[in-house]
C-alpha cells in the first residue's frame, strides 16, 4: 500500500436508533406536492373516515303552508259551489228596510264591499311604500277595518244568493258570477288562515289580497252593475 494514498472511504453506519446519516436525510416536499410517503399519482391517503351520506332533500316550511292554504281555500270554494248547485232556490232569502227589492239590497252591499276593497288596495300600497316613503301610523287600522267591513257587507249578499238562488248556470253572466263567488270566498279564507303562518313567501299574502280584490270587483260588474244597468239606479 502507497503511504501517499488515503485510504479508501467507508459509507458512515447508520446512527444508533435508525435515523438516517448526516447528509443523506430526506428532502423535504416540493412546495404544491405530495406530501412525503405520499403514493404516487397525488391521491390522498385514505384516513379511514367515510364521507357521511347525503342528506334528503327537505321541503321548505314555507312552501307547505302555502299549499296548506291554498288546499283549504280551494276546498271551500268548492263546498260553496256543491252546495248552491244541490241546493234549491227559494227565490226569496233577505230584504233590508229601505231597499226595493232583495236583489237592490244585495246590490247596493255589494257596492259597499267593492268601494271598500279599493280602501282595501290602496292602504296595503302605502302599508308596503308603493305609494308613500313613510306610511302613516294609521293606516294600518285603515287596512283591517275596511276589510273587516267589507266582509260583513258581503255576508247577506253570500245568504241570499246561495239560499234564494244557488249556483245556477242559466246564461255565460250567470254562471261566470257563480263561480267568481265560490272563488272569492274560497281566496278569502285562504288568505286569512295566510296571516296565522309564518315563513311563507313574501309574495303569498299580496297575491292572494290581489285574488280577492279581482274576484270581488267581477262579483260587482256581474251582479250590481248589471242590476243598475238594466233595472235603473235606485234603491
Same mark, same amino acid.
Given at each position: 500500500? #502507497?503511504? #501517499?494514498?488515503?485510504?479508501?472511504?467507508?459509507?458512515?453506519? +447508520?446512527?444508533?436508533?435508525? %435515523?438516517?446519516?448526516?447528509? %443523506?436525510?430526506?428532502?423535504?416536499?416540493?412546495?404544491?406536492?405530495?406530501?412525503?410517503?405520499?403514493? %404516487?399519482?397525488?391521491?390522498?391517503?385514505?384516513?379511514? !373516515?367515510?364521507?357521511?351520506?347525503?342528506?334528503?332533500?327537505t321541503t321548505p316550511p314555507g312552501n307547505t303552508g302555502i299549499a296548506t292554504v291554498i288546499l283549504i281555500g280551494a276546498a271551500v270554494a /268548492? $263546498?260553496?259551489?256543491?252546495?248552491?248547485?244541490?241546493?234549491?232556490?227559494?227565490?226569496?232569502?233577505? #230584504?233590508? $228596510?229601505?231597499?226595493?227589492?232583495?236583489?237592490? =239590497?244585495?246590490?247596493? *252591499? $255589494?257596492?259597499?264591499?267593492?268601494?271598500?276593497? &279599493? /280602501?282595501?288596495?290602496?292602504?296595503?300600497?302605502?302599508?308596503?311604500?308603493? /305609494?308613500?316613503?313613510?306610511?302613516?301610523?294609521?293606516?294600518?287600522? &285603515?287596512?283591517?277595518?275596511?276589510?273587516?267591513?267589507?266582509? @260583513? =257587507?258581503?255576508?247577506?249578499?253570500?245568504?241570499?244568493?246561495?239560499?234564494?238562488?244557488?249556483?245556477? =248556470?242559466?246564461?255565460?253572466?250567470?254562471?261566470? !258570477?257563480?263561480? @267568481?263567488?265560490? @272563488?272569492?270566498?274560497?281566496?278569502?279564507?285562504?288568505?286569512?288562515?295566510?296571516?296565522?303562518?309564518? #315563513?311563507?313567501?313574501?309574495?303569498?299574502? +299580496? &297575491? *292572494?289580497?290581489?285574488? /280577492?280584490?279581482?274576484?270581488?270587483? =267581477?262579483?260587482?260588474?256581474?251582479?250590481?252593475?248589471?242590476?243598475?244597468?238594466?233595472?235603473?239606479?235606485?234603491?
Amino acid at each position: 500500500m #502507497n503511504p #501517499n494514498t488515503d485510504p479508501p472511504t467507508s459509507p458512515m453506519p +447508520p446512527l444508533p436508533g435508525g %435515523s438516517p446519516p448526516r447528509g %443523506s436525510a430526506e428532502r423535504p416536499a416540493r412546495p404544491g406536492g405530495p406530501p412525503p410517503g405520499a403514493p %404516487s399519482g397525488g391521491h390522498p391517503v385514505p384516513t379511514g !373516515h367515510s364521507a357521511a351520506p347525503p342528506q334528503p332533500a327537505t321541503t321548505p316550511p314555507g312552501n307547505t303552508g302555502i299549499a296548506t292554504v291554498i288546499l283549504i281555500g280551494a276546498a271551500v270554494a /268548492v $263546498a260553496l259551489g256543491v252546495y248552491g248547485r244541490l241546493h234549491e232556490g227559494t227565490g226569496f232569502s233577505i #230584504n233590508l $228596510a229601505g231597499f226595493s227589492s232583495g236583489a237592490y =239590497a244585495k246590490a247596493w *252591499l $255589494a257596492t259597499l264591499a267593492a268601494v271598500l276593497a &279599493v /280602501v282595501q288596495v290602496l292602504s296595503a300600497m302605502v302599508m308596503y311604500g308603493k /305609494v308613500l316613503t313613510h306610511a302613516p301610523s294609521w293606516i294600518g287600522a &285603515v287596512h283591517r277595518w275596511s276589510g273587516r267591513i267589507a266582509v @260583513l =257587507a258581503t255576508v247577506p249578499v253570500a245568504i241570499h244568493c246561495l239560499f234564494a238562488l244557488g249556483f245556477l =248556470a242559466d246564461t255565460t253572466r250567470v254562471l261566470v !258570477h257563480s263561480l @267568481l263567488g265560490c @272563488l272569492f270566498y274560497g281566496a278569502f279564507v285562504a288568505k286569512m288562515l295566510a296571516l296565522t303562518r309564518p #315563513n311563507l313567501p313574501a309574495k303569498a299574502l +299580496p &297575491v *292572494l289580497g290581489g285574488i /280577492v280584490f279581482t274576484g270581488l270587483v =267581477a262579483l260587482w260588474l256581474t251582479s250590481a252593475q248589471w242590476l243598475f244597468s238594466t233595472q235603473g239606479l235606485k234603491f
